[in-house]
């Protein structure tokens, strides 16, 4: 079992439409949760950041977690073409080293 | 402001050959990654420094080598390339152990191997 699941997708939406991406983890210590977007034939980029559980909002984003269940999901509403991309969950684990989900691929039509 | 450039962005090689991929990075941060992205298997850690002068093994440091040259380049060294090492290269850099720093990728290197 992966430390980290992730459906890979495509989940493709119309624009102006509510996504929820999610991942799932095995591993209770992991303490900070980090969501990075990747375009195509481009390197991922630091989206948010949560440390714990809760909730975090910025803009349109909103990420989320969920310790008790091991649940993390990231929000984004009203939906633009340009959030058309993978996104990738990271929780860090004691070393501060990410363990990465493989990614969920973000198709958003105009 | 450049960030992580990698060179080269894409490479074809035959089975048994060696190459270095090059990483710099112009943000003096002290950590550096190199990582492998396949398809659904998200990326995986090689190699990273956390600081000029160490280097610890990832996830999947087999078949590699690197050298962290000074605290602005970070080199993975590929010594007999086989082909299940066709993949995408990613190197990052960050400021401090990335727990609340963000890592700052290159945009990668599209290695094929035949």
């Known amino acids: 079992q992966k430390e980290v699941e992730q459906d890979p997708g495509p989940l493709s939406v119309p624009e102006g439409a509510i996504v929820s991406l999610n991942c799932t983890y095995s591993n209770s210590a992991f303490q900070y949760f980090m969501w990075y977007r990747q375009y195509s034939r481009k390197g991922p980029e630091l989206l948010m950041y949560t440390y714990s559980s809760g909730n975090k909002e910025d803009g349109r984003f909103t990420a989320q977690v969920d310790k008790s269940s091991k649940y993390i999901s990231l929000f984004i509403r009203d939906s633009q073409p340009s959030d058309s991309a993978t996104y990738l969950c990271g929780p860090s684990n004691s070393n501060y080293q990410l363990i990465w989900g493989a990614g969920t691929k973000l198709i958003i039509k105009p | 402001n450049a960030g992580v450039t990698q060179t080269p962005k894409f490479q074809v090689l035959k089975t048994g050959q060696s190459m270095t991929l090059q990483c710099a990075q112009d943000m003096n941060h002290n950590s550096m990654y190199w990582y492998r992205q396949d398809p659904g298997m998200g990326l995986r850690l090689i190699y990273y420094s956390a600081s000029e002068g160490t280097t610890d093994k990832g996830e999947v440091p087999n078949g590699y080598n690197v050298s962290r040259l000074n605290k602005r380049e970070f080199s993975l060294r590929l010594e007999s390339a086989a082909p299940s090492q066709t993949s995408v290269y990613f190197c990052?850099?960050?400021?401090?152990?990335?727990?609340?720093?963000?890592?700052?990728f290159g945009d990668g290197t599209r290695l094929s191997i035949l």
């Open positions: 990052a850099s960050s400021e401090l152990p990335p727990s609340v720093q963000p890592q700052h």
